[in-house]
């Protein structure tokens, strides 16, 4: 099973949809998730942790489920601007600042 | 007045040269980190330096060689460079107990 996995997509959806990611990790003994945002050939960027109560940021909800190892982004109202590879990420337990990526999910958002 | 820039933006040679990549960070973090992203868009960790100390060196060939002058500044140096090692190079920096990375620009090497 790879450390992070992710649903590739590209999930295509009009603007002002309603989009979930999934995403499963293998190390229970994980203790910090997030979501990063990569925009075609540029950098990763935070786009927000993932606490165990789970949190919101606007249109962006994120869950964390730590029984079945399960994180969730959740994209409400698509925005044309939200179109980027959502990528998964998990630190490696017991090793600070080594941070594990899933290969991301590609989202478009159409007109 | 960016965070983190590396340099050069794109770097295209031949097998077998020897090449750097610099990254400098302006936000006073203690950790900086080298990643590799290749064609399949896999992200991986290189290495990380926690001021000027080597914390992690995941399995990557010895051809390439962090150097840490300062905790501002780590740079890549790889030796003998082959056709497998094209891809794009993000460097990163982290405060110390936190684990929010800010990523450079990265680096698009590309060997012939």
């Known amino acids: 099973r790879k450390e992070v996995e992710q649903d590739p997509g590209p999930f295509n959806v009009p603007e002002g949809a309603t989009v979930a990611f999934n995403c499963t990790y293998s190390?229970?003994?994980?203790?910090?998730f997030f979501w990063y945002r990569q925009d075609c050939r540029k950098e990763p960027k935070l786009l927000m942790s993932?606490?165990?109560s789970g949190n919101e940021d606007g249109r962006f909800t994120a869950q964390l489920n730590r029984a079945s190892q399960y994180i969730s982004l959740l994209i409400r109202d698509s925005k044309l601007s939200d179109s980027a590879t959502y990528l998964c990420?998990?630190?490696?337990?017991?090793?600070?600042?080594?941070?594990?990526f899933g290969k991301g999910t590609k989202l478009s958002v159409k007109p | 007045d960016t965070a983190v820039s590396q340099t050069p933006k794109y770097l295209v040679t031949q097998m077998g040269n020897d090449k750097s990549i610099k990254c400098e960070q302006n936000?006073?973090?203690?950790?900086m980190y080298w990643y590799k992203q290749d064609s399949k868009k896999f992200l991986k960790i290189m290495f990380s330096?926690?001021?000027?100390?080597?914390?992690i060196n995941e399995t990557v060939p010895n051809r390439f060689s962090p150097k840490s002058p300062d905790k501002a500044h780590l740079n890549l140096h790889i030796n003998s460079l082959e056709l497998g090692d094209s891809a794009v190079y993000f460097c990163?920096?982290?405060?110390?107990?936190?684990?929010?990375?800010?990523f450079g620009p990265g680096t698009r090497l590309l060997v012939l």
């Open positions: 990163a920096s982290s405060q110390v107990r936190q684990e929010t990375q800010y």
């Open positions: 190390n229970s003994a994980s203790q910090s």
């Open positions: 993932v606490y165990s």
């Open positions: 990420v998990v630190n490696a337990a017991g090793s600070q600042g080594n941070l594990i």
């Open positions: 936000l006073g973090h203690d950790t």
């Open positions: 330096y926690n001021n000027k100390e080597l914390i």
